[in-house]
Every structure is written in C-alpha cells, then in structure tokens.
C-alpha cells in the first residue's frame, strides 16, 4: 500500500468520523468478541445482540478480527447496508483493521464476499445518536498518528 493511498484512505475515513490506529489506548471493543468478523452461526442476530450489548463512545477502539483472504470488511451505505448490496463500498478492508472513533456517528459495515452479507455478517455500528440530516460530522483532533495497518 503506498503512501498516497493512505493518506487519501486516512482523510476518507477522517471524513466519516473513524481513523485507523495502531495500539490500544483506551477502552478497545473486538466486533463479535470471540467470534470476530465472520460469518455468524446464528445471523444478524449474532452481530446485533453485539452491538446491543457494548455502548461505544467517542475515543473508543473497534478491532474488526479477521484473516486476509477469509472475509474483507467493507463499509457501505444504508441502503445498501439494508438490501446487502457489496457493489458500491465506500471502503473495503482487505486484512483485519483497527478504527477509532473521533466523532458520534453511525456507519454500516459488511463484507464484500459473496453471501456473507445475507448470512449475516453485517454490523451498524452506532456511536450515539444518529447523524444529523445535514450527514456534517466534526471529527475532533487526534494525537494518534494515522497509519493503515
Ligand atoms: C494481516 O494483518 C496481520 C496482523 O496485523 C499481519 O500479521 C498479516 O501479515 C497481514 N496480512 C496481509 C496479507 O497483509
């Protein structure tokens, strides 16, 4: 991955209130716990009583656990979110990746491997309420130096 690439990927993800960090600092939620991003035994269910369970706020760490080349994670919009559209991702993740949140949003989350997204791996992650109409976000400054890893 080169340079130029990661900046742009850094300023995207600004842009949508998350940024990739490297290290753990403060609290650090893994997506699924044990299960981590996969297809999940009992569908959305899985994923959902997940996001039911952890309340995440602003400067927390998401971990999305999976191997390159067994799932990808995409980030995509709600409408294709809601029919599992994988066509139009705003990003897709190739190997497991670490976010934290500057800033309270939503964003929903899937993979791009074929019926994944029906079989359930599929996750809105909810950092409060949702965005306003205007989708305008500030991220806050971060000390954390902003790397794809
Ligand atoms: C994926 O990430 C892991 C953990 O950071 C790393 O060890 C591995 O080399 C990466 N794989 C690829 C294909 O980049």
Not at 54 to 60: E, G, K, P
Not at 82 to 100: R, Y
């Amino acid at each position: 991955m080169n340079a130029n690439y990661v900046m742009v990927l850094v300023i995207a993800m600004a842009a949508t209130g998350v940024l990739m960090v490297h290290g753990a600092e403060g609290a650090e939620y893994v997506v699924g716990d044990d299960l981590g991003w996969t297809i999940p035994p009992h569908g959305a269910a899985d994923f959902e009583s997940w996001a039911s369970y952890h309340s995440l706020t602003v400067d927390d760490i998401l971990v999305f656990k999976f191997a390159a080349g067994e799932q990808d994670l995409a980030f995509v919009s709600k409408e294709d979110f809601l029919t599992c559209n994988t066509a139009n991702p705003f990003h897709v993740f190739d190997n497991q990746t670490t976010f934290k949140f500057l800033s309270k949003v939503r964003f929903f989350c899937t993979s791009t491997f074929a019926g994944n997204c029906f079989k359930g791996q599929k996750v809105v992650v909810d950092m409060g309420p949702a965005v306003d109409s205007t989708g305008d976000i500030s991220p806050s400054p971060s000390p954390s130096s902003a790397e794809a890893s």
